[in-house]
């Protein structure tokens, strides 16, 4: 297993110590307006301590980008926020229905897998039942289980919620 | 102009007209394409790249290759897929240290990630492959509707990963909706997010769902006949979006299309044959509209 990027790799890699604070981020974020994600504050608590990977508003960001494409000093805001993320999933920070995703992908190669609704629905628009995806080829299907296997997915995501 | 046809999770198995719309469309417009056999999950980029980069790229790459033993560029139909399949392949092809380690874990398999293809997204495709003028051609029923375009974020963001045009105002979706006959109306934060991506809308549905009400009260301003949208998740938090929303007593009743199915509509199919009667939300109001179009 490769492993989470460590907090320093992330302040270095994205730039995150080059932010001023000047607030563009926050006033671009539509997560922002609505929630408690302040991502001006975010990218203050990671370029300053570990804080950051237990902060909730961490999965508040729907990756929009708008943060990330208007900052004036370049920084991967995102990219950082995406890759606190990880540091925090690798140390058991995952909530629930996050995890409940991560099953159905281990389960069925899909994050939302068919159920029988919709292979009617299928049916209607003369589609095979099944789409031509893993969920007609049981050997893709393996090839996709070891694959998650070999990367250590289900121990990274399987740990006890925070 | 070989393409293989990324279905992703939420098109076959929630939004199957949008499957069958993109297969007309490309069988009309003379596209060289077959369908991706056997892919997974792209996976998707806001829960499984934020866990672990490693098996998003594992995932990613495997669907990729799939593709590379075709010789065929990968064609998406999701903003998320185009997002995370895009993304790895640009990275694996840039990062000698990071392609040996997908190609160790790929080599479980008896797969290889060699770097030669490219990833597409249909507006995209669409627009510098067939083009503006040749889709007009093709029209046999111009839809002359007001519609309210939903660009969604991956299909233009990171700007630095996507040759495609301006991030704050592109133009290229809209002219591909105009093309059939429409009006693409301007409204207030038409560039900003739906609402559902980064994991928000599967576990923090009332933050995603406040979103999607923000952004459905500025399209329901401007007056227009539907959203049309080239993304099934930005499709789903419209659509289911609306009728969750419905329930909390905020009705809003705008018909959400995938692009696909916009101009397959205009290439004389029926909303039956697309399954816009498959939405979550009721649009028989939309299909009666069409109807007496007809003439």
Not at chain 2, 144 to 159: I, Q, R
Not at chain 2, 199 to 215: C, E
Request: hydrophobic content about 35%.
């Amino acid at each position: 297993m490769a492993g989470a990027p460590s907090i320093e790799e992330v302040i270095e890699d994205f730039n995150v110590l080059k932010c001023m604070q000047c607030g563009v981020c926050s006033g671009s974020c539509p997560s922002g307006r609505q929630a408690s994600l302040n991502v001006r504050r975010l990218v203050r608590k990671i370029g300053r301590d570990h804080a950051a990977i237990s902060d909730e508003s961490l999965w508040m960001c729907t990756t929009c980008y708008n943060c990330q494409e208007r900052c004036p000093r370049g920084i991967g805001i995102v990219d950082a926020i995406l890759a606190v993320r990880s540091i925090a999933a690798h140390e058991g920070h995952i909530l629930e229905r996050h995890r409940h995703v991560a099953n159905l992908l281990q389960e069925h190669g899909h994050a939302v897998p068919i159920d029988d609704a919709h292979k009617e629905k299928r049916m209607q628009l003369n589609l095979n039942p099944l789409p031509s995806t893993v969920h007609s080829h049981p050997n893709g299907l393996k090839d996709v289980k070891r694959l998650l296997s070999s990367c250590g997915f289900g121990e990274i995501t399987g740990g006890e919620d925070q | 102009m070989k393409i293989s046809l990324f279905l992703g999770c939420l098109v076959p198995n929630r939004y199957p007209g949008i499957e069958k719309a993109t297969n007309l469309c490309l069988d009309e417009l003379g596209v060289d394409w077959k369908e991706l056999e056997g892919a997974s999950c792209c996976p998707a980029p806001g829960v499984f790249r934020s866990f672990d980069e490693s098996t998003w790229l594992a995932l990613a790459s495997r669907n990729i290759t799939l593709s590379e033993t075709d010789e065929r560029d990968v064609l998406t139909i999701c903003n998320g897929c185009y997002g995370s399949l895009a993304d790895a392949n640009l990275k694996l092809k840039n990062n000698p240290l990071l392609k040996e380690q997908t190609n160790s874990h790929l080599s479980q398999i008896g797969h290889h990630f060699e770097g030669t293809i490219d990833v597409r997204h249909i507006i995209e495709f669409l627009y510098s492959e067939i083009g503006v003028q040749k889709i007009k051609e093709k029209i046999v029923r111009p839809l002359d509707m007001k519609v309210a375009v939903h660009y969604g974020c991956h299909m233009l963001k990171p700007s630095s990963n996507r040759a495609t045009a301006s991030v704050e105002h592109p133009s290229v979706f809209d002219e591909l909706v105009e093309a059939l006959g429409c009006t693409s109306v301007d409204y207030p934060d038409k560039m900003e997010c739906c609402g559902a991506g980064g994991g928000v809308r599967s576990a923090l549905g009332d933050t995603a769902l406040a979103i999607t009400k923000h952004k459905l009260g500025k399209i329901e301003g401007a007056g227009v006949d539907c959203i049309v949208e080239a993304c099934p998740f930005c499709h789903m938090q419209f659509d289911a979006g609306q009728v969750s929303l419905a329930e909390k007593g905020r009705k809003f009743g705008i018909p959400v299309i995938h692009y696909s199915q916009l101009l397959a509509l205009s290439l004389g199919y029926s909303a039956e044959d697309v399954g816009i009667n498959l939405n979550e939300m009721d649009c028989s109001d939309f299909c009666n509209l069409l109807e007496n179009k007809k003439d």
